[in-house]
């Protein structure tokens, strides 16, 4: 019997295209980026590479590069059934009728899991056009008698929403999940979905498509995780979301600014009890090393920028978005990594604490002096996770003392044992993480 909280047992872990290239990443970066993941990353649990926005597009390069991300009505490659289909022009191996298959399979290959995002919805000039969707009888439907023309994305014009209370609607989500089952696709990232901002007086008016989506993976016979952007996810509606949903995004887009960093911390508070057992809200990728090249007009002598974070900054994010237990998806360029951003992603005592089963919690001492603490227990019985991270704009001093005879506090970070006591400074947005053993087998 199908499970959707077995496709995702544990936090994924992978690269997304979208910080670094924006929508026009082509299939040799890809694979650029996969060959890099499966020699550094792999063996540390990294798994997933992710295609994100509008790579069926065969012009997306050149617009982005005019400053231009989504035009009105635009046209981008479909199959003889209004479903997106890769542009050979930036996918060559998709030629022919293949889709994303051949790159699926070299990925795969890889002993990588492949992933593609998409947008809700119908593409809008398929509906204008009135051309066909497939049907599970055959019967003749066009992608006008499913759409709805009055829900669609306020920033991305391509798609109209499918009308769940239309005949065949379900039929249109059923094929292009069988589609993707075909090319062997893991992971699907569905956009303008988790919150339908356009609609602030119905943040969730996408909820029936989400149910039809999860339908469509279950009916296709592939596992995948379904990941629904953007946010901030609507907390009334967590239910629906463990429900239907592995991942949801709980904010916007995250860039590499300390003050969406600080407000990531009241973010994961309110969603902490809902993390784990296949469901994972989502705190979005992990901006870091080099940044926005899909951004630079072509005339640009720099393409991209640096992440603004600093040191201290980054290895926050890490600690928070693993002490809470969120998705781990890198964004940037992976073979421009330095070696310091490589060792944090490389941790392995800190990828434990992300996989670990039990649901972590901000402590009721957090808000004390502008230090927030989050804690963890194992599932070993004899020991527990701490992580003490600075808010504030000044030095904090923290004191921690364990009363039991025999304890050991681990620096996880710096791979070391401090007894059973350790005082410290934090510098301003500074973090440490913490491994407190208290068991007989210490």
Known sequence: MYNKNDIAPQPPMGWNSY??????????????????????????????????????????????????????????????????????????????????????DYIHSLGLKFGIHIMRGIPRFAAHQHLPIKTHDGTKITADMIANPYSSSRWNPDMYGVDANRPYAQDYYDSIFELYAAWGVDYVKVDDICNTNAYPQNPYSAEKEIEMMSKAIENSGRGMVLSLSPGPAVIEKAHHYKTYANMWRITDDFWDDWKLLKAMFERCEVWQTHVGEGNWPDCDMLPMGRLGYGWAPFDAKEKGWDCKFTPEETRTMITLWSIFRAPLMIGTDLPLLSQYNLSLLTNDEIIAMNKCPNQAYQTSASSKEDVVIWVNECDDNQSY????????????TVKMNVQIEGANIRDLWEHKDLGTSVEFVLPPHASKAFRVLIGKNI
């Open 385 to 396: 996770y701490e992580c003490y991270f600075n808010l504030s704009e000044k030095n904090q």
């Open 19 to 104: 910080d670094y290239y924006n929508t026009m990443v082509n299939e040799q970066q890809v694979r650029t980026n996969a060959d890099y993941m499966a020699k550094n990353l792999k063996q540390h649990g990294w798994e997933y590479v992710v295609i994100d926005i509008q790579w069926s597009d065969p012009d997306a390069g050149k617009r982005n590069a005019e400053g231009i991300q989504y035009i009105p009505f635009s046209r981008f490659c479909i199959d003889e059934f209004s479903r997106q289909i890769p542009a050979p022009n930036r996918f060559p191996s998709s030629a022919n009728g293949q889709g994303f298959k051949p790159l699926a």
